[in-house]
């Protein structure tokens, strides 16, 4: 059976639709993926990587007629999609029902949390894992068989009713899941209408464009036992509420996905586990894990989900050992009212004292970033103030990520704004939103000030700081005028870099 898989993700590292083409190559099904790099959905992002405006008629026009041809001749197609790239999902979808009569399906957190609102455009969809789904739905399809029990999956029957089944339950044995697919056959990239192969393109200098340069992104783990309020981790969590969320692959499994990665893509220098809470994990697990990596695998790695609550010494000298050499920690608000909508459930000096535990190792770990949410409607200007000047503290050198919040459906804070209806223009305040883009209040501009003192290496001093959020020197204008000339400083420090 023939199937393809889109992925308009903005990189080509999609680790669900690799996993997915592995586990229905190993049933002996033919699988194409085709990635679209550099979606419009980065468009509005003024600040970080992606900059350029992009014309989204424009872009389709030159892609979607592409997407059709390398689809034809399938007998399923899927696309994986965050709440993000919906509209793109959309647009692909009715491109490939308009040109093609094969039914899609599709898969990933924003089908998971809005099944029902998917159909309207889908055949299918995949609520939560969808390693054996999909297996059980290629199968009946390749043998005419009746689809309509398997589990996970939603669909409309012959009277445009929507049947949802009962979800099966997690995976507990992640090593009984097959690598990612990167054996690069029937792989293809999809840029500016032209399609490119693994014999056309050198991968090692495209990683370099996506700006992966020699990276690698695997797991360890999957699931997150927090369930932060803004994160799809809580929508999941509720689907399972019996269950054991977080799960881990063996020491040995991952080892030898490694190893193979290695082999296949000897330019790979660099390894990033993208866990939501690695160091969840506790110390023997980690001991082992350090141990065996630097002894067969040996390559400088990155954490990119890191809880305040769970960094200690112990397990970052065993990791450090190993190769650890950047880290990505969500500090996300220092205001107690602010964390507790979050269901960030730590304290200040828990969260600085990860702070200066990570910086311990200052030499070992050279990138550090720190993740905080602006945006908030129920956050006043007094919790941003506290978050500043908590910020401000914090032991350099180190990389503030700034995001404006975005409320995802299945989210309790999607479900709260709803309520209380903060929401007004659903498409444009969520799907067609870069959760990069901050709007340019004083206070969100002294976030960005901060940032880019930390950047290069220097903090505000604490009396400069009292001056620029005072409200009495900001209602005289002494706090702007004071900002103009430290940000003019800042950018020549930067520029001088």
Not at 226 to 248: E, H, W
Not at 413 to 428: H, Q, R, T
Request: aromatic share 12%; with cysteine; hydrophobic share 35%.
């Amino acid at each position: 059976m023939k199937i393809t898989f889109i992925s308009p993700y903005s990189t080509i590292t999609n680790i669900g639709i690799r996993i997915i083409s592995a586990v229905l190559k190993k049933e002996g099904h033919k699988v194409k993926l085709i990635f679209i790099p550099g979606n419009p959905y980065t468009k509005k992002n003024k600040r970080y990587l992606f900059t350029a405006k992009i014309n989204i008629e424009e872009y389709y026009a030159k892609n979607l007629d592409l997407i059709v041809d390398l689809a034809k001749g399938s007998d399923l197609i899927g696309i994986s999609l965050v709440t993000n790239i919906l509209k793109d999902a959309i647009k692909i979808t009715q491109k490939l029902k308009n040109n093609l009569k094969v039914p899609i399906i599709w898969g990933g957190p924003h089908p998971t949390a809005e099944p029902e609102k998917c159909l309207e455009y889908a055949d299918f969809i995949c609520q939560g894992e969808g390693e054996e789904t999909i297996v059980e739905l290629a199968k009946n399809i390749e043998l005419k068989e009746n689809y309509k029990n398997i589990q996970n999956l939603s669909f409309k029957n012959e009277n445009g009713e929507i049947i949802k089944n009962p979800l099966r339950p997690l995976i507990q044995d992640l090593d009984v899941i097959p690598f990612q697919d990167y054996d690069l056959e029937d792989q293809y990239i999809i840029i500016d209408g032209k399609s490119y192969e693994k014999t056309e393109i050198d991968l090692k200098a495209f990683f370099d464009t996506l700006f992966l340069g020699n990276e690698y992104q695997t797991y360890v783990t999957r699931g997150c036992p927090r369930g932060c309020s803004y994160c799809f981790n809580s929508n999941f969590n509720k689907l399972y509420p019996n269950q054991n969320i977080f799960r881990r692959r063996s020491v040995d499994n991952i080892i030898n996905e490694l190893i193979q990665i290695k082999k296949s893509l000897p330019f790979i220098s660099a390894i990033t586990i993208i866990d939501d809470n690695f160091l969840e994990l506790n110390d023997d697990y980690i001991e082992e894990f350090s141990r065996k990596y630097k002894k067969y695998i040996n390559l400088s790695f990155a954490l990119n989900g890191v809880h305040p609550s769970t960094v200690s010494r112990k397990k970052l000298e065993y990791l450090t050992n190993a190769g650890l050499s950047g880290i990505r920690m969500g500090i996300q608000s220092a205001s107690e009212r602010t964390k507790k909508l979050y269901k960030r459930y730590y304290s200040n000096s828990q969260a600085k004292e990860a702070c200066k535990i990570i910086n311990e190792f200052k030499d070992k770990i050279k990138i550090v970033h720190y993740d905080v949410i602006l945006e908030n409607p129920w956050e006043t200007e007094q919790d941003l103030i506290k978050t500043l000047i908590f910020l401000n503290k914090l032991p350099l050198p180190h990389i503030l990520v700034l995001f404006s919040l975005t409320f995802f459906p299945g989210t309790e804070l999607y479900d709260l704004a709803k309520k209380e209806g903060i929401i007004k223009e659903e498409v444009e305040e969520i799907y067609e939103k870069c959760y990069w883009e901050i709007s340019p209040t004083y206070v969100n501009k002294l976030f960005f000030l901060l940032s880019d003192y930390a950047i290069v290496n220097k903090k505000i001093h604490p009396i400069i700081m009292s001056i620029l959020v005072n409200r009495f020197f900001r209602k005289i204008g002494l706090s702007s005028l004071l900002y103009y000339f430290i940000r003019m400083g800042a950018q020549e420090i930067i520029e001088l870099r």
